[in-house]
Nanobody, 128 residues
Framework: QVQLVESGGGLVQAGGSLRLSCAASGRTFRRPGMGWFRQAPGKEREFIAAISWGGDSTYYTESVKGRFTISRDNAKNTVYLQMNSLKPEDTAVYYC?????????????????????WGQGTQVTVSA
């Protein structure tokens, strides 16, 4: 069993920054691609960013490009999401996810069905 635990969420004013972390533990799995998603009340879960095992490939949804950065430290089994210039519309529960499948392109990691494991989520609230 694999556990993913997010942390770093909170309340921030518009224009501020937060860094989310996702720590993986449990059964070791090979070369997982990792992703971040978010879900606002009454909305579907939305893809935010993905990163390949080696960190050499990343992929972002258009609305966060230039503001959010995904990174990972495989020695710590941790993936990060640095969020800058936050907007009220970024308010949501943020989830990290791990994919143990062979993924042909980083863009293929932009859907929930590409992932096998999910964290419990961390709330991010951006005030106007």
């Amino acid at each position: 069993q694999v556990q993913l635990v997010e942390s770093g969420g909170g309340l921030v004013q518009a224009g501020g920054s937060l860094r989310l972390s996702c720590a993986a533990s449990g059964r070791t799995f090979r070369r997982p691609g990792m992703g971040w998603f978010r879900q606002a009340p009454g909305k579907e879960r939305e893809f935010i960013a993905a990163i390949s095992w080696g960190g050499d490939s990343t992929y972002y949804t258009e609305s966060v490009k230039g503001r959010f950065t995904i990174s990972r430290d495989n020695a710590k089994n941790t993936v990060y999401l640095q969020m800058n210039s936050l907007k009220p519309e970024d308010t949501a529960v943020y989830y990290c996810a791990a994919s143990t499948r062979f993924i042909s392109t980083i863009q293929a990691m932009g859907v929930t069905s590409a992932y096998d494991y999910w964290g419990q989520g961390t709330q991010v609230t951006v005030s106007a």
